[in-house]
């Protein structure tokens, strides 16, 4: 009878605290919403003031819509628009590393998870190593690679050392590994397939959700990478947007005060909407493919 009578009073006293732990996860979550949204409505917003209302107004106030325009033309004078020309690179660029390291770290994962070659523990062992590795480490050899193979100051350089992809191929490993069964694989080679048909006609067509994830943070990755490019392009026609920037800003007193006066109008609006040209990309790319992330991210995770 005593436990018939306190059961209530149990389930109420936990009920009372999982709303007060919602209460608390709630707050958290809002509060970090803030301190994330907060910095890039103050980037969207400031390319449309002046530079006296960037520091003068309210941050989050909204200027004139001219202002972007006249944000962007200030930018374009920059040695004769070549802004333009670093835009279009870093599109190029990505366009063909998202493609390029996307379909090798598939292939090379479906090989670790399903093929028999041999010493596959071997290769698995060393994409993990690949990934420990910090990509400054291997700056002096890949510069004397690229620079034997005469593609240094080459967009080709850049597109084939940033497709290296060890997470990419870790992680169709494991999508591989946990999502298709291995009878599936025995039963087709039972039938004739070879390794590149399990692929292509198997493998590949229930890697939808996989080929959305490895392509988001191939280009996430990549787009505002600036280190790799800065050591193998000298012209600066074949500046990655980044890397343009920074080189812009350099050159003007917004941002390094020993430059000293220049005739280039480049102030506080002209930096935010720069800004903005390199982030806007990634949140559009990310809300777009929201929902394909999530659903890479738990497939395998479930069985049936």
Do not use: H
Request: glycine content about 6%.
């Amino acid at each position: 009878m005593k436990s018939t009578v306190d059961t209530p009073k149990k389930k109420k006293k936990l009920v009372q605290e999982n709303r007060v732990g919602m209460f608390f996860v709630n707050s958290w979550l809002i509060f970090f919403a803030l301190i994330s949204l907060v910095p890039m409505a103050w980037l969207l917003l400031a390319p449309s003031k002046t530079d006296d209302q960037v520091t003068g107004n309210a941050p989050l106030s909204f200027g004139n819509i001219k202002g972007y325009l006249n944000a962007w033309n200030n930018l374009r004078f920059f040695d004769n628009g070549v802004i333009e020309k670093w835009v279009i690179n870093s599109v190029v660029f990505n366009i063909a590393i998202v493609i390029i390291a996307t379909a090798t770290a598939s292939l090379a994962g479906f090989v670790l998870s399903a093929s028999r070659i041999r010493f596959k523990r071997v290769f698995l062992i060393s994409t993990l190593i690949m990934m420990l590795i910090p990509p400054v480490a291997l700056v002096v050899p890949l510069f004397v690679l690229m620079d034997k193979v005469g593609l240094v100051d080459n967009p080709l350089s850049v597109i084939l050392i940033s497709s290296l992809y060890p997470f990419g191929t870790f992680l169709s490993y494991i999508y591989y590994s946990t999502t298709i069964p291995a009878e599936l694989y025995e039963s087709a080679r039972l039938d004739g397939c070879t390794d590149w048909q399990l692929y292509s006609r198997i493998a590949f067509p229930l890697s939808g959700a996989l080929i959305s994830l490895l392509a988001f943070f191939a280009f996430i990755g990549n787009w505002a990478n600036y280190f790799m490019p800065y050591v193998l392009l000298y012209s600066s026609e074949n500046y990655t947007l980044p890397l343009g920037l920074g080189f812009l800003f350099n050159s003007t007193p917004a941002i390094n005060p020993g430059v000293g006066a220049t005739s280039v109008p480049i102030y506080k609006p002209e930096i935010a909407l720069a800004g903005v040209l390199v982030a806007l990309p990634i949140l559009i790319v990310f809300l777009l493919s929201q929902r394909r992330l999530v659903k890479g991210m738990l497939a395998g995770s479930i069985k049936e």
